[in-house]
């Protein structure tokens, strides 16, 4: 893992995923994408009021605020 005086000031998004495009490989690019589909998937699809509850408090636990 990189420290942050390694990084530099990237300031922009744009910056960053230039970085990403050019360290990441496809492997690591289709994992993430992967992950994001299935972190989709689970929030659209499963509205068991049960599974929504327990999403709705590991959101809380990890300090976001979502009203």
């Known amino acids: 893992m990189q420290d942050s ?3 530099g000031d990237d ?5 960053r995923f230039d970085r ?7 492997v690591q690019v289709a994992i993430g994408v992967g ?4 972190l989709g998937f689970t929030l659209l699809f ?3 009021p049960m599974v929504h ?3 709705h408090n590991f959101r809380h ?3 976001i605020t979502c009203h």
């Open 11 to 15: 300031d922009s998004v744009r910056e």
């Open 20 to 26: 990403a495009r050019t360290t990441l490989g496809p």
């Open 46 to 48: 499963v509205q068991d």
């Open 35 to 38: 992950l994001v589909a299935a």
């Open 61 to 63: 636990g990890a300090g």
């Open 5 to 7: 005086q390694e990084l």
């Open 53 to 55: 509850d327990a999403m």
